[in-house]
């Protein structure tokens, strides 16, 4: 059984996948000034999907692909659609740091695609990462 079919290590393998993106998203995001504001808001918004779909690699990694890549994105949508809806409590949250990494501040249809993106990305690179380990193995 490949490494990746084992449903415990590849939870692993999604957890680090998850945590290097987080890392790399707070790099963009605290650092990312030469990037631009544009850029640098879509970059983000791309690496939070794809935070999203490895963490869906970790709560279900027998799932199949797409249906993780669904259920990701609709986190990402639901989340993007959240911020229609303005409470005062709700925007206090929203107004820290962590809260605004998490559920951002502001609807913004342009984010839906940078999401679509972001997990198309992570999509592609599991499918790599795949790839390479069942090539290893029967190498």
């Not at 692909?65 to 005062?88: F, G, I, K, N, W």
């Not at 679509?116 to 290893?136: D, K, N, P």
Request: hydrophobic share 55%.
């Amino acid at each position: 059984m490949s490494e990746l079919k084992k449903p415990f290590k590849a939870a692993g393998v999604f957890l680090a996948l998850a945590c290097a993106t987080i890392a790399v998203g707070l790099v963009v995001h605290f650092h990312g000034a030469a990037l631009g504001p544009v850029a640098r808001d879509v970059l983000g918004d791309a690496l939070w999907a794809m935070m999203i779909a490895w963490l869906a690699g970790v709560l279900a990694p027998r799932a199949r692909l797409t249906v993780r890549c669904t259920c990701a994105y609709a986190v990402c949508a639901t989340v993007e659609l959240s911020q229609l809806y303005h409470t005062p409590a709700l925007d206090a949250v929203r107004a820290t740091t962590l809260g605004h990494l998490v559920l951002g501040s502001g609807f913004d249809p342009r984010d839906l695609a940078a999401y679509a993106a972001g997990i198309a990305l992570a999509a592609l690179l599991e499918s790599a990462i795949r790839r390479r380990h069942v090539h290893r193995l029967t190498a």
